[in-house]
């Protein structure tokens, strides 16, 4: 959701440092490469056009066939899919009449909800067989029900202590392996959310990568950090170790976003970092950057320019292989510079 802040990230740092010559932005890539490519999107469940609306559910006939589409275009393209195992919001807009009432207001869902178990993914085979046959895609964790009692809606895991943050994510992660479900140990927090708690619970249950900054307006250099939705301060443009064992990639471009972003991050050495939501527009919402005809003819545009104007140097990659290409790059030194266009001359 849009506009939320939270803690900066030095606070979570200091909550969580360990070892502070091995946190911070990593400024390499493959070499050879100069900069990378990322896409992702969210909120995908087996929600049909028969249903609320339409989340995944109706395959390669709904917005799966759209991405289906981008990825055809263009043979370089990856994903990132952050599916929520159980979704249970109907609408991230509070309209239940206990919203008023004190005390009640923070121990009830405070929208409408599905009951447990309806989308479950395990209930829903197809869905599964078809993002697992999705080429050059992989998916990761949104969530577990993606809402929470009170304020705000979205937010699943605002108020959870360590201990409940970790077997939520234990749960999602059981339901994926139950469901056949193939998926890499990255999370993307209901609502960018990103505390203490949480962070600690990734780290207890072997998450490996967060995303939880959006910062879709602060002007692009290499310092750049966040500011707008979820964690600030983080790198705006590079990965970012913010735990021992945790990296942090920042989103940095939507379907609002202007062509020269992208190519400014991409000149600047950075992870050109794209957000989609699966569904343009639920109840009492819209989403900007929702799959929808015009974003992927948006971001067809976009990306035959990319390939054009920046031919083999870009890294198109998925945020688990990046975290796991960076993961031991704290403790072994960047690539040595094997030309004028090596990763470290642009991105250093
Ligand atoms: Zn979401």
Redesign the pocket.
């Known amino acids: 959701?849009d506009g939320w802040q939270f803690g900066p990230a030095q606070e979570l740092r200091r909550a969580f440092i360990l070892d502070d010559t091995k946190l911070g932005p990593i400024h390499w890539y493959h070499r050879g490469k100069s900069a990378a490519v990322v896409m992702s999107v969210?909120?995908i469940f087996p929600g049909t056009s028969q249903s609320a609306y339409e989340a995944g559910g109706d395959l390669e006939k709904g917005a799966l066939g759209r991405l289906l589409w981008l990825l055809e275009r263009h043979p370089q393209l990856q994903l990132t899919l952050?599916v929520?195992p159980d979704w249970r919001r109907i609408s991230p807009v509070a309209d239940r009449i206990w919203q008023h009432v004190p005390w009640l207001c923070d121990r009830m869902y405070l929208a409408r909800v599905l009951p447990k178990g309806t989308m479950d993914i395990r209930k829903h085979p197809d869905f599964v067989a078809v993002l697992n046959a999705m080429p050059r895609t992989e998916v990761a964790l949104?969530?577990l029900a993606?809402v929470n009692f009170g304020y705000p809606v979205?937010v699943e895991f605002e108020h959870r202590d360590r201990e409940m943050c970790a077997g939520m994510l234990t749960e999602a992660m059981q339901i994926f392996e139950e469901a056949g479900l193939r998926y890499v140990r990255g999370l993307?927090p209901?609502?960018w959310s990103c505390s203490p708690a949480l962070l600690y619970g990734c780290r207890d249950v072997g998450i490996e990568w967060i995303m939880s900054a959006r910062d879709v307006r602060t002007p692009i250099s290499k310092d750049a950090r966040t500011a707008m939705s979820g964690l600030s301060g983080v790198s705006m443009l590079f990965p970012e170790r913010i735990a021992e064992c945790l990296l942090h990639i920042s989103t940095n471009f939507q379907a609002t976003s202007a062509p020269e972003r992208a190519f400014d991050i991409l000149d600047a050495g950075g992870v050109l970092s794209i957000k989609a939501?699966i569904t343009k527009n639920v109840p009492g919402h819209t989403h900007l950057d929702g799959v929808d005809d015009l974003y992927m003819n948006y971001l067809d545009r976009l990306f035959a320019d990319i390939e054009e104007r920046y031919g083999d140097t870009i890294d198109w990659t998925t945020l688990g292989s990046l975290a796991t290409s960076l993961s031991t790059s704290a403790s072994t030194p960047p690539p040595e510079r094997k030309s004028p266009q090596s990763a470290t001359d642009r991105a250093a």
Request: aromatic share 8%.
């Open positions: 959701m969210d909120d952050f929520t949104h969530g993606h979205s993307q209901p609502g939501h």
